[in-house]
T-cell receptor, first 115, second 113 residues
Framework: DADVTQTPRNRITKTGKRIMLECSQTKGHDRMYWYRQDPGLGLRLIYYSFDVKDINKGEISDGYSVSRQAQAKFSLSLESAIPNQTALYFC??????????????FGPGTRLTVL | QKEVEQNSGPLSVPEGAIASLNCTYSDRVSQSFFWYRQYSGKSPELIMSIYSNGDKEDGRFTAQLNKASQYVSLLIRDSQPSDSATYLCAVGGPRFGNEKLTFGTGTRLTIIP
């Protein structure tokens, strides 16, 4: 079984709809991240959480919100989706203070299309 | 703001040759460096990590780090068609293992059979 899972894997929605993307992990990591990827723009950080009670904005948080329900679960919400939020969304986890140096492990991604 | 720069490519290399991918970063105190491989439509997967100046080899892959020049590279020897992908350089912060990563935009590599 995959260590980091994302649901749904694909989603098509309409402008103005509320959307939630979910991420679960079995790696036991404290840190979780949400990125979006657009062609030519690389991975851009939306939100990150270093533990259940710690949530931080990334470089492109406007229009998004998150919830860290448990160590293993981190959800991303689009309160009112707009077409320029069409992108590939990735969840990632990491474990600090280990020999891995903060290596991030990615889920399979969610392809979101907003019409 | 931290910056990580990569040549976007595409970089075309004949099968069996050496592919050389380069990355520069702006934060002089960065302590951890990573190369991820990403196939089209798939998630990034870790290829190599490097933390100290010099070379680190793992099979056909060699990562090279020069902190004085703020430069990290990835060499792929005996390139195979399956190496065709986008390669992302990622750089951590000053506190080893305790910072979020900054990613470059990636270099698209094509191995020509």
């Amino acid at each position: 079984d995959a260590d980091v899972t994302q649901t749904p894997r694909n989603r098509i929605t309409k402008t103005g709809k509320r959307i939630m993307l979910e991420c679960s992990q079995t790696k036991g990591h404290d840190r979780m991240y949400w990125y979006r990827q657009d062609p030519g723009l690389g991975l851009r950080l939306i939100y990150y959480s270093f533990d259940v009670k710690d949530i931080n904005k990334g470089e492109i948080s406007d229009g998004y919100s998150v919830s860290r329900q448990a160590q293993a679960k981190f959800s991303l919400s689009l309160e009112s989706a707009i077409p320029n939020q069409t992108a590939l969304y990735f969840c990632a986890t990491s474990d600090p203070n280990t020999k891995t140096g903060g290596t991030q492990y990615f889920g399979p991604g969610t392809r979101l299309t907003v019409l | 703001q931290k910056e990580v720069e990569q040549n976007s490519g595409p970089l075309s290399v004949p099968e069996g040759a050496i592919a050389s991918l380069n990355c520069t970063y702006s934060d002089r105190v960065s302590q951890s460096f990573f190369w991820y491989r990403q196939y089209s439509g798939k998630s990034p997967e870790l290829i190599m990590s490097i933390y100290s100046n010099g070379d680190k080899e793992d099979g056909r892959f060699t990562a090279q780090l020069n902190k004085a020049s703020q430069y990290v590279s990835l060499l792929i020897r005996d390139s195979q068609p399956s190496d065709s992908a986008t390669y992302l350089c990622a750089v951590g912060g000053p506190r080893f293992g305790n910072e979020k990563l900054t990613f470059g935009t990636g270099t698209r590599l094509t191995i020509i059979p």
